[in-house]
């Protein structure tokens, strides 16, 4: 008899299930793993943000900053210097450029104001590659024609603009908040030489200046796409200035 009641209560211990200890610290596990595991997802998906913002930044900056030197640089060029001078090339447009005057610019103010504002002429002929502000070039006028580049931030939008000719203003690049300019000229005697002493902006510019640039000094402040998420530095800077000096090749050579 002894031997048959332990042969049926044999099965019923081995089908006995967990007990709620066992399950609310199995659970407690699984709930301490999940969470590790959602907050190594989120800071994954953070930095690939950051990453991802700075990446953008950069490229912004890289596209301000070549299509400003590729045309501050142009300024003054004419396509045919046998036959012209660069005061029969560029002629006088009244209020702003004297015969010959290939640069005009007006001086805003610092952050957070939109800054200043440049204006760059050259004339180009027919297919000759010379980029002006929008990124495109003369392949419609013949056989030239004089163009007149303005750069500036809207500060609205926080965008920096071109006026090409007049025309409505596009958006080339977002994030720029600010936009300063420096004018490179030589006002130590001899004038002989096309090297530069002072760098001043459009307000301190003397009128003798403008046919004298030799270089133009760049500073392109952009918002920085960081500044105020969440688990960054509290030193992280609002603001990240790119800046460049620009030599303008109609002046560039022996003389420099």
Not at 192 to 217: L, P
Request: net charge neutral; glycine share 8%.
């Amino acid at each position: 008899m002894s031997t048959q009641r332990t042969a049926l209560t044999a099965p019923r211990r081995a089908a006995r299930g967990f007990t709620l200890v066992e399950l609310m610290v199995t659970i407690s596990i699984a709930l301490f793993l999940l969470g590790g595991l959602i907050t190594i997802l989120q800071t994954v998906r953070r930095t690939y943000a950051s990453q991802q913002a700075q990446v953008q930044l950069q490229d912004q900056q890289r596209f301000a900053v070549t299509l400003l030197t590729d045309v501050i640089q142009s300024g003054g060029y004419y396509d045919n210097p046998t036959g012209d001078t660069i005061l029969s090339a560029l002629a006088p447009v009244a209020p702003n450029f004297g015969s010959g005057q290939a640069y005009f610019g007006t001086q805003g103010g610092a952050l957070p104001a939109a800054g200043d504002t440049i204006y760059v002429r050259f004339r180009t002929a027919q297919n000759d590659g010379i980029i002006n502000c929008t990124g495109s070039q003369n392949t419609a006028f013949a056989p030239n024609h004089v163009y007149t580049n303005e750069f500036f931030v809207n500060a609205g939008t926080g965008q920096l603009m071109c006026s090409l000719d007049g025309a409505a203003a596009v958006p080339l690049v977002s994030g720029v908040v600010n936009l300063q300019i420096y004018y490179g000229v030589k006002r130590a005697v001899p004038a002989s030489d096309y090297n530069v002493d002072t760098y001043e902006q459009a307000n301190a510019m003397q009128a003798s200046d403008w046919d004298q640039i030799s270089a133009v000094r760049i500073r392109v402040t952009f918002a920085n796409p960081l500044f105020g998420t969440p688990n960054q530095p509290v030193n992280i800077q609002q603001y990240i200035t790119f800046e460049r000096v620009i030599q303008v090749m109609s002046r560039a050579g022996d003389y420099t």
